[in-house]
């Protein structure tokens, strides 16, 4: 069964610090991936997707991603973070039929 | 700001008793989606529409219900609800299905605590 996981349910980092957040899929073809941010009390927001061409993306608030497939991975980067950054942030995959798989988040911790 | 209004934002209810959410859309989009927040589990779907009157069930759709009868609303109904039923509930709106290259585009959610 397709799935997608994010190993670190909890990330802190300094302001001004660069950050990763790790995506790993479980995708038989090639997925239609994504990356979602919620803020507190919020729904969520497309940041970035990856769907064919180009393996690095760029999305939104200075986010960016990179699509491996020797990996399985689609990791999240950002080279300078921002305490207003501090949110959980969603990997999803879509799987080809109505829904996304999205792993269990990682909540991110921004510190002054 | 995509146009999705959840309602309520807030619910408590008892164990028991039927609860109806709604998600009320401006975009006319034809999918919709009510997905369930829990922690250590992500969003996981509960039911779906692909228009007006079609609907299906997503992966935990036991002891949920929904109905389209307008294209800009989408209802989700607890029969019965129970305590497992405590959740953040998301309204999500796509102009295609969201299984391929499409975005969605997600309400602010509505907590529901059932005692």
């Known amino acids: 069964a397709q799935s997608v996981t994010q190993p670190d349910i909890h990330i802190t980092v300094s302001e001004g610090a660069s950050l990763e957040l790790r995506c790993n899929y479980s995708y038989g073809a090639t997925p239609y991936l994504f990356w ?6 919020q729904g969520l927001q497309l940041l970035l997707k990856y ?16 699509f491996k497939r020797s990996q399985s991975s689609f990791n999240l980067r950002k080279p300078s973070v921002h305490w207003s950054d501090a949110a959980e942030y ?5 799987e080809g039929t109505y ?13 002054a | 700001d995509a146009g999705i209004t959840q309602s309520p934002r ?4 008892e ?14 989009h034809r999918y919709m989606y009510w997905y369930r927040q829990d922690p250590g589990h992500g969003l996981r779907l509960i039911h779906y529409s692909y228009g007006v009157k079609d609907t299906d069930k997503g992966e935990v759709s036991d002891g949920y219900s929904v109905s389209r009868s307008k294209t800009e609303d989408f209802l989700l109904t607890l029969e019965s609800a129970t305590s497992s039923q405590t959740s953040v509930y998301f309204c999500a709106i796509s102009e295609s299905p969201t299984g391929s290259d499409t975005e969605a585009f997600f309400g602010q959610g509505t907590r529901l605590t059932v005692v």
């Open chain 1, 36 to 41: 979602y941010v919620q803020s507190p009390g």
């Open chain 1, 51 to 66: 769907f064919s061409g180009d393996t690095l993306v760029q999305g939104i608030k200075g986010f960016e991603a990179e």
């Open chain 1, 90 to 94: 969603f990997c999803a995959v879509g």
């Open chain 1, 99 to 111: 829904k996304y798989i999205f792993g269990t988040g990682t909540r991110l911790k921004v510190l």
């Open chain 2, 10 to 13: 807030h619910k408590v209810t």
């Open chain 2, 15 to 28: 164990t028991g008793t039927p609860v109806t959410l709604r998600c009320h859309q401006t975009e006319n």
